[in-house]
């Protein structure tokens, strides 16, 4: 169907160029377009043409739109216009990245005597400066995972500290689900606010992790409670009270349930508005290259990514929370909305003539892409035989 319209549209085309009558209206429309046709470029590769320099080398084949350089390199424009090509690249590179594992020890002491009222203790990592803060316990930063171990000056510091380091907290649990939601997709590309839920989802899921990891420990040396810290103090309780009570590491449903939505209220209730800001941050790196048509909401595509991420040690996760996700869409600022508002219209505002194209065919269909890269390629045509430079 797709080519006999095709083949159509050029035969009647044809019949009007050799009509006298034809000649005035190919004119005309040459006239009309030629400008446009001119001055409008086309990204291809590493080149920039003009549309007109564009139709000229555009033909149909049985692969579809083929553009041919003066080179005889051939493009198929279908695949050029799916961004989805582009997406996925980018997370083959990321699947391929090989991690690397950084322990910064950071030396805890006392203040002097004329600083004891400004701050409890005095951190420092290695040879660098004296820190003004407590450093993160652990970072995840592309290919690198960074933990921090806490070395104090005594042993009654020491055993304060205890509970920041790996061993209690499982610090790199946390930062290495990090990377495997990176892995499973976190980067792809969606709307700003399902970016967004899929950002502070992120940083769920990786407490949960955490959370069984600690629980792993706890029954592994014999139920000692210091293996479960006060990062997860609802499940400490629950234990202390008896109101759970695991014998084995496999977990019952009550218990999954009693997890998930303890770790979702606690992030939300604690971390929220601390990560507001970073994870807004966070949406626009992963949204930096999106074009227009791939930052409109998928809403399949995000509960496919959520359904991985949150199956943690084989355990669906996503199951429990799902419903609860709008909690945070509901937490949205609206300034913040206005802002993604901003971005989405530039991004319309400055698409490349291949991305309009794909919005095209996003939009409207396949058919009304077929007949307008025919249709175009036909007034590439008349403009070469009839155009002011002819």
Known sequence: MKNKLIKKIGFCTGILLCSVSGISIMRHI?????????????VIDRDTLSIQEFYNNLSYTEKGWVYTKTNGQKYNIDSLCNYQNKEEQKQRVLNKIKLKKQIDTIYVSLPQQEYKNKQKYIYKNGNADSLANMPAMGNY???????????????????KLDIYNDKLNCT???????FINTQKGLRQWNSYALKFIDCCMDEISVNIKQCLKQRKNYLQNGKDIQYITDRFKFYKEALETKQINPQSEEISQEEKKFIAHGVFDGWMKEKYNIYEKSENSRVKYFLRDAPYIAVQADHAKHQALMKKMFTID????WSEISEREKEILQRIPPEMTAEWAKLE?????NMEYLERMECLKKTQG????NQTLNRNKIITRIISTFGKSR
């Open 314 to 317: 084989g355990i669906d996760f």
């Open 172 to 178: 790199y649990d946390h930062e290495y689900q990090h």
């Open 345 to 349: 219209q530039l991004k319309f505002s």
């Open 141 to 159: 930063n592309y290919d690198k995972i960074t933990i921090r171990e806490f070395k104090a000056e005594n042993p009654e510091i020491q055993k």
């Open 30 to 42: 040459a006239q009309k377009h030629e400008q446009n046709f001119n001055q409008t470029k086309v």
């Open 366 to 369: 396949e058919n009304a892409y």
